[in-house]
């Protein structure tokens, strides 16, 4: 991260750290560099280090340099998909015989990581309530390398205390990773609370507008964050070109979109508190939510998705999502548009007879940026 960030606001870096002039043209906006293969000055002559776009890209690097600067760490890096990143993370720290600490409520591809991917490999793991930081000391092995938390969590809204949980690591000689999807860079800073690396499937919140897939990795320490690019390009699922260009355009706006996000969610889980059919809310916004202290305190605001469940069960909970209207039925989440989704049979259906099997009658919103009533008045009909 350049010193020269941090210096500046959130709103300020999220819009021109990285975004430098092109010297050629002086086109305000990073070109697309949509290219292979450099040309060399003589045999190992480098210009500005790039010689194939796997190892480094222009306009991957300008992404890159963003991310670094809005979540206040040494490196940043970005992938061709969340998972990609985790994968890359997962073989850099670990090695066989190595163990884990992972959420009891976490995304159902990341378990799936865990349990059908990485177990394979000879890493183990332990599942622990992260939102209770004796719980997560209490899962800590003599061999624990990693400690993994999702806050707000997938699809449960749960809050860890990061700072908490960032002193179980560093005792056990752990690194702690923090997905920090849910919440944006804008919302949390988990590098400034203790985290050793964050997370981020930048499809959802940071792209913003459900044209893109891409991952990140930021890494606290410059030696980490080395590791890391060593592995991004030994492993080679790097982001694209185009793909960096349309997360960097998307950051630019990511503040004032979270707010929204933020306000309207707010508004919608205060009306389903009221609802005769919904049984319970799960917003840390909400005054009663269990971790709501810890997110006021961690949080700039409360984000944008919003889970609830209803009466009737399973069935009832399919019934409101295929009842919706201006909520799209749709997995992913963060995109300018409302989205619905049951977790039980879509995102999550990889954790089902797991201890992240997640409630049947659950319904999941990623809450957009449409007028608020709009989105109340179909949430009421779908609810009926």
């Not at 930021?218 to 060593?230: C, F």
Request: glycine share 10%.
């Amino acid at each position: 991260m350049s010193d020269e960030h941090t210096l500046h606001s959130f709103e300020t870096r999220a819009i021109h750290a990285g975004n430098t002039a092109d010297p050629l043209t002086g086109a305000v906006v990073p070109p697309i560099y949509q290219v292979s293969t450099y040309k060399q000055d003589g045999v190992g002559g480098l210009r500005g280090g790039y010689e194939y776009s796997r190892s480094a890209n222009p306009t991957r690097t300008a992404l890159e340099e963003n991310l670094a600067a809005i979540e206040g760490g040494r490196r940043g890096l970005a992938f061709a998909s969340g998972l990609a990143a985790e994968d890359c993370l997962l073989r850099t720290l670990l090695a066989p015989g190595d163990h884990v600490v992972i959420p009891n409520d976490a995304y159902g591809g990341t378990f799936r990581l865990f349990a059908k991917v990485v177990a394979r490999w000879g890493v183990e793991f332990s599942v622990a309530d992260t939102s209770d930081p004796a719980a997560v000391r209490a899962a800590v092995t003599d061999r624990t390398k990693v400690i993994w938390v999702e806050t707000p969590s997938n699809p449960l809204l749960g809050i860890t205390d990061i700072a908490a949980v960032a002193d179980v690591a560093r005792s056990a000689g752990a690194k702690l990773v923090v997905d920090n999807t849910f919440a944006s860079p804008y919302l949390q800073q988990p590098i400034a609370l203790g985290a050793d690396v964050v997370v981020h499937s930048l499809t959802k919140y940071m792209g913003g507008h459900s044209d893109v897939v891409g991952g990140a990795l930021i890494a606290a320490d410059a030696e980490l964050g080395e590791e890391l690019a060593y592995h991004q390009n030994a492993m080679g699922a790097v982001a694209g070109p185009f793909d960096a260009w349309l997360v960097l355009r998307g950051i630019k706006t990511l503040p004032v979109r979270m707010d929204r996000h933020s306000e309207n969610a707010t508004r919608v889980a205060e009306m389903l508190t009221t609802h005769p059919k919904v049984t319970q809310v799960l917003y840390p916004g909400l005054p009663e939510h269990p971790g709501h202290e810890i997110a006021a305190k961690q949080m700039k605001s409360f984000g944008g998705m919003v889970s609830f469940r209803v009466q009737g069960g399973e069935a009832a909970a399919v019934e409101v999502c295929d009842r919706a209207k201006l909520f799209t039925l749709g997995e992913s989440l963060g995109g300018v548009e409302s989205l619905i989704e049951h977790p039980g049979r879509m995102t999550h259906a990889s954790v089902v007879g797991s201890a992240l099997e997640v409630p049947a009658d659950l319904v999941r919103l990623s809450v957009g940026i449409e007028a608020v009533d709009d989105l109340l008045a179909d949430l009421r009909q779908a609810l009926g």
